[in-house]
């Protein structure tokens, strides 16, 4: 098995959640024969008002898929780096409607989470993405 640093897991967070979801099985796929897991979900609405369900989709997700077993410490990790994620992007979101995806990737202790969104103000739009990562025990 490869060793991968957080750098690797980082960017494959940034893949998934830039990536369409035509494409996001194929990423998933390729990930896996890297021994790398990852997920993606969709997200959207008012930033304020959906930050619990925006972490909330985070876990589910990542529950779902593997990425993490159901306990505290693995919940924490991806709950503490999608809020570092919505730290980076509040300030340009911060009351606006958005839409975008979630990217989540871990290998061995790597765990990173991105958030990519789209901020609706009438027709122009602005872009914003962040990032958070979190070392947790290997499964």
């Not at 990930?31 to 993606?40: D, G, R, T």
């Not at 909330?56 to 410490?73: F, M, N, P, Q, Y």
């Amino acid at each position: 098995m490869r060793e991968y640093n957080s750098l690797d897991i980082a960017k494959a967070s940034v893949k998934m959640a830039i990536s369409s979801r035509s494409e996001e099985g194929n990423l998933i796929k390729d990930f896996n024969k890297e021994e790398i897991l990852a997920v993606a979900v969709d997200i959207g609405g008012n930033i304020t008002s959906s930050i619990p369900k925006i972490i909330e989709r985070a876990l589910v997700a990542s529950k779902r898929t593997g990425i993490i077993k159901d306990c505290h410490v693995h919940e924490g990790a991806v709950a503490g780096a999608t809020r570092e994620a919505i730290i980076q992007i509040s300030s340009k979101a911060n009351g606006l409607n958005v839409g975008g995806k979630i990217g989540i990737a871990r290998s061995g202790e790597h765990l990173s989470v991105c958030i990519f969104l789209s901020i609706g103000l009438l027709h122009l739009n602005e872009v914003v993405i962040g990032l958070g990562h979190r070392s947790i025990p290997s499964l």
